[in-house]
């Protein structure tokens, strides 16, 4: 199954595993389910939210990647320049970090919910982090 639930503070989407686009970002965020983290607004990126992922170790280097992800696709950065994390768009986005524009694995697409992305990004940006969870929709 390539479909995925996801639950952001009081916000509830469904999105689609990129298998074709991004394999080996898919199988490695497939092995991370469930997934239970912080969302906090980004800071250099513009209207986005990330989960950052610290020093965390993938076997996938880039694929299927850009630097200016549509609202409600989500990005895998490997790490390297900076820490890997997990950034998901709610509107523009030049993907950067303090060391300048980064690219990220385009791997997950909102297919569901995203009419409440906005206001999900603004909850970030106005109160602080939400908790996030993801799990495959057949482990609900």
């Not at 709610?90 to 970090?97: C, K, L, T």
């Not at 990220?104 to 939400?130: M, P, S």
Request: some cysteine; aromatic content about 10%.
């Amino acid at each position: 199954m390539n479909q995925v639930h996801i639950v952001a503070g009081p916000f509830t989407f469904a999105a689609r595993l990129e298998d074709e686009l991004a394999p080996k970002t898919s199988a490695a965020f497939r092995q991370m389910l469930p997934l239970q983290q912080k969302l906090i607004h980004v800071r250099w990126s513009g209207e986005a939210c990330w989960i950052p992922l610290g020093d965390l170790t993938v076997n996938f280097g880039l694929e299927n990647a850009t630097s200016y992800p549509a609202p409600g696709q989500l990005l895998f950065y490997p790490g390297g320049y900076s820490e890997t994390e997990i950034l998901l768009a709610y509107g523009g986005v030049r993907f950067a970090s303090k060391l300048g524009q980064l690219s990220g694995n385009h791997f997950l697409t909102i297919i569901k919910g995203g009419e409440n992305l906005a206001q999900l990004g603004r909850t970030t940006l106005w109160n602080g982090a939400v908790d996030i969870s993801f799990s495959l929709s057949d482990d609900r």
